[in-house]
């Protein structure tokens, strides 16, 4: 218990248990005042969820194209931890979850029923319209905003040699002193809060999933106790998995999921309409990005509609409160890497996941609507319990072999779900640790294991016994406050990295030419190779300097 910062862990597990209780005591008054609290965020601040958003591309093409890109995560001579596939399955899996398999068939049908910027529901244009949202609303801006946090986190660890990895760690050359007070506590609460609410969250729509699935090939009824069994199984799997820790545990079953999803997607790809399938969705990738800016700013102000708020404000919020949690993952992942790579790595990898899944899952699932297969409009508009989880099952059983996919669909949304979970049982047991250096960023088993139980243990009381809408208006709701984080550490990083970098050239950067110590940056005048006359002299120049 010794290795735990008390500030954060002990004021977290109480605010969760306490707000657990009083869902679980009071429901109905829970999801007034979270419902509430909402529509103010929504309403009141969508214009600066979207200024966050289209703004975040300035800030990491910045960090990408200038010299700075070319700054390693770590010591100049470190190479990266995993393999870029594996790199990248973790990045892909752990930011999109179980929910990518469940809106990718359904989302579009909720935007051609109410169609944005005007359009006639169930038209060509709304269907165009549909196909290119969902992939905005999962695309470069969503990744985008989880690389924001990423890069001054993975900063202040690997370049300032911070001991901890922490959101307000990050803040410090801006917070100073404060961020060791109860600003820095509440920063980190704060945004364990929104990643633990946010992707416990995900499960309300993948246990469901998974036990319509059981029923379809079992015939086992649909009942509390199926669903809170399937919570139970996972939660063992996500325990098991973050015991064995990351490099026999988390990367194996990222990688292996990796390889079922485009497995799955291969298949749907091949057997379905290919040729619908691809014109779909060039269609809806070109008009997105034919329309992106428009789409980045619209608030629909001379209209009724309340598309952008209740769509994109909302997965703007929601990308948001979970970035944080991204950011410490992606730090603990990716030494060894340049800046560059991670933000072109978590922006192409991510969107290109993203469009590759809701374009053919959403392809498949409108051809069968429109040809009157499968009605997906239907039965969403129908608003029947778990009317999406009956929609994904009998689009994915319309296939050849339906039963089959749909097996191998529902074991992939479980290690989905499994990866998402291992990853916020990691990032919460590092954020509450008191010091990490010496430990490769691994906490104390029992620690991630505590958060794992802890993740699983809230899932079954909270989504189970009181309803997912007030867990996710919470989590968008703590997002608020993270904007004006996600601020501060932009220009902490941008104050660091000028101190750090400034006065060298791309080149000296790019060939490490350059001593990490104490978390000082020193220029050499050669490589730096441990052992060699340049690297003491460099060295004892530090020491004297000191």
């Known amino acids: 218990m010794k290795e735990i910062d008390g500030k954060v862990f002990w004021p977290l597990t109480i605010v969760i248990l306490t707000i657990s209780l009083y869902m679980f005591l009071d429901p109905q008054g829970a999801t007034t005042i979270t419902s ?8 009141n601040f969508g214009w600066l969820f979207l200024v966050v958003g289209a703004s975040s591309f300035l800030f990491l093409g910045y960090v990408a194209f200038t010299k700075y890109g070319n700054i390693k995560l770590g010591e100049p001579n470190d190479k990266p931890e995993f393999g870029t596939f594996s790199w990248g399955a973790m990045l892909f899996t752990a930011g999109l979850g179980v929910g ?21 529901p169930g038209t060509p244009e709304a269907f165009t319209w549909a196909t290119s949202y969902n992939m905005f609303h999962w695309g470069p801006t969503a990744w985008a905003l989880y690389t924001i946090p990423t890069i001054p986190i993975a900063y202040a660890y690997y370049i300032r040699k911070k001991p901890v990895v922490r959101m307000s760690e990050a ?8 961020t060791d007070g109860p600003l820095g506590s509440i920063i980190d609460i704060l945004v364990l809060f929104g990643a633990i609410a946010g992707t416990v969250a995900a499960l309300g729509i993948g246990t469901p999933l998974v036990a319509e699935a059981l029923h379809h090939l079992t015939g086992v009824p649909v009942t509390l106790g199926l669903n809170i069994g399937i919570a139970v199984f996972w939660a063992m799997i996500f325990t098991v998995s973050v015991y064995l820790g990351l490099a026999k545990g988390l990367s194996k079953l990222s990688s292996l999921n ?7 997607m291969a298949f749907i790809l091949v057997v379905g309409p290919t040729l619908f399938i691809i014109d779909t969705t060039l269609n809806g990738v070109g008009n997105m ?13 001379f209209t009724d509609s309340m598309f952008p708020q209740w769509w994109t404000v909302f997965y703007w919020a929601w990308w948001l409160a979970i970035g944080p949690f991204m950011g410490i993952w992606v730090t603990r992942i990716s030494k060894g890497r340049t800046l560059r ?13 993203t469009f590759m899944i809701h374009g053919i899952l959403g392809g498949f699932a409108l051809f069968q609507d429109v040809n009157g297969i499968v009605p997906v409009r239907e039965i969403i508009a129908s608003g029947a319990t778990y009317a999406g989880q009956i929609a994904v099952v009998e689009t994915i059983t319309s296939l050849p072999f339906g039963n089959i996919v749909l097996a191998v669909f529902t074991i992939t949304g479980l290690i989905f779900m499994a990866t998402t979970l291992d990853s916020v049982a990691y990032t919460c047991a590092m954020v509450s640790s008191k010091d990490l250096r010496g430990t490769n960023l691994e906490p104390a088993r029992w620690h991630r294991t505590y958060w794992a139980i802890q993740c699983g243990l809230i899932t079954v009381a909270l989504v189970y016994l009181v309803g997912l809408g007030p867990l996710q208006s919470m989590c968008v709701t703590s997002a608020l406050p993270l904007v004006f984080v996600f601020i501060i550490m932009a220009m902490a990083f941008m104050r660091s990295v000028k101190s ?9 950067i790019s060939s490490g030419m350059y001593l990490l110590t104490d978390g000082k940056v020193t220029e050499v005048i050669s490589p730096q190779i441990e052992g060699s006359q340049a690297y003491t002299a460099a060295t004892k120049e530090v020491e004297n300097n000191e």
Not at 500 to 508: K, V
Request: charged share 10%; net charge negative; hydrophobic share 50%.
């Open 36 to 43: 509430a609290a909402f529509n103010f965020v929504v309403v």
């Open 100 to 120: 990518i398999l469940y809106w990718g068939i359904n989302e579009w049908a909720n935007f051609a029923i109410n169609p944005p910027m005007g359009v006639e």
């Open 171 to 178: 803040c410090r050359p801006i917070l100073g002193k404060y």
């Open 258 to 264: 990796a390889y079922l999803v485009i497995g799955v």
């Open 289 to 301: 990005f034919q329309n992106y800016i428009r789409m980045s700013t619209w608030t629909a102000p």
């Open 341 to 353: 790579q991670v933000v072109l790595g978590e922006v192409i990898f991510g969107s290109t996941g």
């Open 500 to 508: 750090d970098f400034g006065h060298m050239s791309a080149e000296t």
